[in-house]
């Protein structure tokens, strides 16, 4: 059962990592921009690095606790702002903004047992625990 953690990291983190570059271009600026977001071409690239330092440090199993909070941080303020679907009036564009809110809070509650429950076996935070334990 130790295997299953460390592919439920990597495909956990992979959103996070494959989407992170896209917080750099115009088209994700402008429309976080046209969804309300404060300062967003300096926010959006600021939310891009955040999740992906904190999908990297959840991939590696290396400080994955505060991996998972950084992706709280990435989260919260993008399930709200971007995904507020009881503010759109289109039925169709609300359906979509209502599955990726609930999408999102699916990945905040798996961040939140990250938080807890941390990297597990076979990771870095793990491998660390051992070489310490190992020399006491």
């Known amino acids: 059962m130790k295997y299953l953690v460390l592919p439920g990291r990597i ?3 992979s959103i996070f990592l494959i989407s ?3 917080h750099f271009t115009a088209r994700t600026i402008s429309y976080a921009a046209a969804k309300g977001v ?4 300096l926010a959006v690239p600021v939310s891009g690095i955040i999740a ?9 199993g290396y400080k994955a606790r505060l991996g998972a909070w950084l992706i709280i941080i990435f989260l ?3 399930t709200i702002m971007i995904h507020n679907f009881w503010a759109i009036a289109d039925p169709v ?4 903004q209502q599955i990726n809110f609930m999408k999102n809070l699916s990945m905040l509650g798996a961040a939140l047992m990250i938080t807890h429950m941390g990297s597990g076996p076979l990771s870095l935070d793990s491998r660390k ?3 310490s334990s190992s020399r006491a």
């Open 20 to 22: 992170a570059p896209g």
């Open 52 to 60: 992906f330092l904190g999908a990297l440090s959840i991939l590696l």
């Open 38 to 41: 404060p300062f967003a071409p």
């Open 11 to 13: 495909l956990y983190a």
């Open 93 to 96: 564009q609300a359906q979509v």
């Open 129 to 131: 625990r051992r070489d």
């Open 76 to 78: 919260v303020p993008v």
